[in-house]
């Protein structure tokens, strides 16, 4: 179960998609605003980095996501082992 305090991997997820999508939106908006203004190179560069970066942190969501519902399952597990053969939770 999870912490009150800590969102759900899922969660972590959804917000890097949401990320994404902003910096999508924003790009192409400032891509609107400054093409006359010759600095739209600069701008690519960033949003590049961005992405790149944003990448990254998805692959490591959905493998923290993977991990945590593994981990949940052997937590299951191990509680019905422990209840089907009369053990005392902590023994």
Known sequence: ???????????????VEQIRSHVQRLDSRLHSALRGL????????IVQAMRKQ????????????????????LVDTSALIHLVAGIEPGA
């Open 1 to 15: 179960m999870a912490n009150p305090t800590e969102a759900p991997p899922g969660d972590f997820l959804h917000a």
């Open 38 to 45: 010759g600095i739209l190179a600069e701008l690519d560069m």
């Open 54 to 73: 944003l990448d990254a942190a998805q692959v490591t969501a959905k493998q923290v996501t993977a991990k945590m519902q593994q981990l949940q399952k």
